[in-house]
């Protein structure tokens, strides 16, 4: 009797194992999650003023936006599912005092300085989510885009 159920076990043993010897796991569907393992997000700085503007951001020095361009401030990479929540992830290493200042002539005061406090203040502001446009560009790339134009520049 021990033998025949033994004899029985390596029979069902060796069917299973041949079954899936080519891929052991892939009896999981792993079809469920379709959320990517990571996104690459980009934050993306745009210049539609029609004027060369320069601009600093935290401690990145003084950099030179050519009208109609845009320039990327930040990346990361996150966890598919956390893209949507993922805005706040390029604010959360920089302390109150970084904002972005932006300037006509670089030789000159700020036209516009944003700040992070003001993040709740009516009107555009760089550190509201609101004043951001989001590009879900692909499965594991994503964009945020802040659009600065003259008016906000007035």
Aim: hydrophobic share 40%; with cysteine.
């Amino acid at each position: 009797m021990f033998r025949k159920r033994t004899t029985l076990f390596r029979i069902v043993l060796s069917l299973l194992v041949s079954q899936t010897a080519c891929d052991p796991f892939g009896w999981i569907d792993t079809t469920k999650d379709s959320h990517p393992e990571r996104c690459d997000i980009v934050w993306l700085l745009r210049n539609d003023s029609g004027r060369a503007l320069s601009f600093e951001f935290a401690d990145f020095g003084l950099h030179l936006l050519p009208a109609g361009q845009s320039t990327e401030i930040m990346c990361t990479a996150v966890r598919g599912s956390d893209v949507e929540k993922s805005f706040y992830a390029v604010f959360d290493y920089r302390p109150l005092s970084h904002p972005l200042s932006v300037y006509i002539d670089a030789d000159s005061a700020p036209a516009k300085v944003w700040t992070l406090r003001e993040r709740n203040e009516p009107g555009k502001q760089f550190y509201n989510r609101d004043s951001w446009t989001f590009d879900r560009a692909g499965a594991e790339t994503a964009v945020w885009t802040f659009t600065v134009t003259a008016a906000d520049l007035e």
